[in-house]
Nanobody, 126 residues
Framework: QVQLVESGGGLVQTGSSLRLSCAASGRTVSTLGMAWFRQDLGKEREFVAAVRANGDTSVYPDSLKGRFIISRDNAKNTVYLLMDSLKPEDTAVYYC???????????????????WGQGTQVTVSS
């Protein structure tokens, strides 16, 4: 049984930085392609970032490049999302996801991921 638990969300001001963590249990993250998605009320789940199992390749949507960075510490079985220069439109529930089939090729589609965390709320005030 693979479990992913996000943490680090909260209420911050515009321009702040925040680092989210995703701790895995039941399977080592070094065998999983990992990703972050977000979803705001009434909107579809949106791709944020993905990283290969060995951490050498990451992908982002053009709209978030330069502000968000995904990283992983396989020794701690944890994946991170560092978010800089936060804006009110970044407000959402952030989810981490993982899948062993994606350990070599990052994927931006949420339906490709088998394992999901419960999400952590990020609210950016203006």
């Amino acid at each position: 049984q693979v479990q992913l638990v996000e943490s680090g969300g909260g209420l911050v001001q515009t321009g702040s930085s925040l680092r989210l963590s995703c701790a895995a249990s039941g399977r080592t993250v070094s065998t999983l392609g990992m990703a972050w998605f977000r979803q705001d009320l009434g909107k579809e789940r949106e791709f944020v970032a993905a990283v290969r199992a060995n951490g050498d390749t990451s992908v982002y949507p053009d709209s978030l490049k330069g502000r968000f960075i995904i990283s992983r510490d396989n020794a701690k079985n944890t994946v991170y999302l560092l978010m800089d220069s936060l804006k009110p439109e970044d407000t959402a529930v952030y989810y981490c996801a993982g899948d062993p089939q994606l350990r070599l090729i990052p994927d931006q589609r949420p339906q490709s991921y088998a394992y999901w965390g419960q999400g952590t709320q990020v609210t950016v005030s203006s």
